[in-house]
């Protein structure tokens, strides 16, 4: 497992030890072809969709029988970490390896996937293959624009996709149930001391892209309380937001990408154009922060004497997860001698996309002082192990007519 883990993390590996497989680049194709290849020498049928998602597809059982889909994403945020995602799909393949070497027999057919642009970092299109994939609509993502320029319809048709087609890779009527592994990204098991945890419920979300346009002016001669300061607006949302989900329980907010214009160091900046990302794990706490988001952009922005824009990038609610998957996964921890513990995702993962027409469930392994995203994030090898036998548990029986 970690050696696999530690040669899939070549692919986009940077000089600062972390790795970058952007949406629909080269970097996340060759690691698609990197799990391919192993996914075919176990005897899968390989593709990959036409929303980008690579499959690997263990037929069995009667014809039409329901799938058992296991996996995550091979993509990243820009210099991320080794194991968010790639996890996932790297204990996937060691799993079905397991099961094949020991002689088992499903009986109902499984499906490695690995869904196209989990992370959303290049278009702000965040969980784009598992939403092709169960049939959502993704109308109105085309025109999103990547920070090289790029808008997601032409990234798709330099890769050789068609955004259009891209609502035939829907195949969830074909699945029965939904298992994820994935690093924690928080230091609740470390803390305590436990091998494995046994997701309940995923956080809801709520993502905005805010402009604000003010007036570009000179740095030296505009008197300071006569600017229009984009950017002045732009920190004071940013910092009244922190404060707000500060205030509250199990809620964050985060300014995560902000541009400026015209960009020179002597100019008052005349527009700002942010993201907003909000979460809370109830739909009300949702509802508080939508209200929170609207009333201090406006309010900041007639202040400052800027004119506001705000548009809802994507909506996702909180996600109760299956409780007899989340029971199986308790049942194989115990079986392994893991200890495990029941805790929330305060991270969005395909599972809240999935999870919403079939049965789904997930289970964390320790994250190094919770650090993710980042080149230093790190789960220990005994760990990565431990969670891969799990899994593999948790697909015997869940592969099962019976089970």
């Known amino acids: 497992m970690y050696a696999s883990l530690a040669d899939l993390a070549r692919i986009g590996g940077g000089a600062d030890g972390g790795v970058t497989r952007v949406a629909w680049s080269p970097e996340l194709f060759d690691a698609y072809a990197w799990a391919g290849e192993r996914m075919r020498t176990m ?209 964050t907010a985060n300014v995560g990408r902000i541009a400026v214009e015209p960009g020179g160091a002597n100019v008052v900046p005349g527009l700002a154009d942010f993201t907003i990302d909000v979460r809370a794990t109830t739909v009300e706490g949702l509802g508080e922060l939508e209200h929170l988001v609207v009333e201090s952009v406006a309010r900041i922005a007639a202040e400052e004497g800027l004119g506001p824009d705000v548009q809802q990038t994507f909506a996702l ?13 308790e049942r194989a921890a115990a079986e392994e001698g893991a200890s495990a513990m029941r805790l929330p995702s305060g991270a969005g993962h395909d599972a809240m996309i999935v999870g919403r027409h079939v049965p789904a469930a997930m289970l964390f392994v320790p994250s190094h002082r919770g650090i993710s995203h980042s080149p230093e994030e790190y789960s220990s090898p005994e760990h990565v192990e431990l969670g891969m036998r799990v899994l593999a548990r948790v697909l015997r029986s869940t592969l099962r007519t019976d089970g």
């Not at 803390?191 to 419920?201: A, H, M």
């Not at 006569?226 to 732009?234: E, H, M, P, S």
């Open 43 to 251: 005897g899968l049928e390989v593709e990959i969709d036409s929303a980008g998602n690579l499959l690997g597809r263990w037929s069995a059982g009667p014809v039409g029988s329901s799938a058992v889909v296991v996996g995550s994403h091979l993509d990243t945020v820009p210099s991320g970490g080794r194991f968010d995602g790639a996890l996932g799909v790297v204990a996937a393949i060691h799993a079905v390896r397991v099961l094949k070497e020991e002689g088992f027999e499903p009986d109902r057919p499984l499906w490695i996937v690995a869904f196209m642009d989990e992370e959303g970092t290049r278009f702000n299109a965040a969980l784009f293959g598992s939403r092709a994939f169960t049939g959502e609509s993704l109308t109105g993502l085309g025109d999103r624009m990547g920070t090289d320029g790029v808008s997601l319809r032409e990234a798709m048709a330099a890769a050789g996709y068609e955004l259009d087609r891209a609502g035939e890779a829907c195949r969830v009527g074909r699945v029965g149930a939904y298992l994820e592994l994935h690093i924690e990204q928080g230091p609740v098991l470390e803390s305590e001391g436990v091998e494995i945890g046994v997701v309940t419920s995923i956080v809801g979300l709520r993502g905005y892209r805010v402009r604000l346009t003010g007036e570009a002016n000179h740095a030296g001669t505009t008197p300071m309380g006569l600017r229009r300061d984009a950017l002045a607006g732009a920190a004071r949302i940013a910092l009244e937001l922190r404060e707000a989900a500060r205030a509250r329980a199990e809620t």
């Open 317 to 329: 609610d909180p996600l109760e997860l299956d409780p007899a998957l989340v029971s199986a996964v």
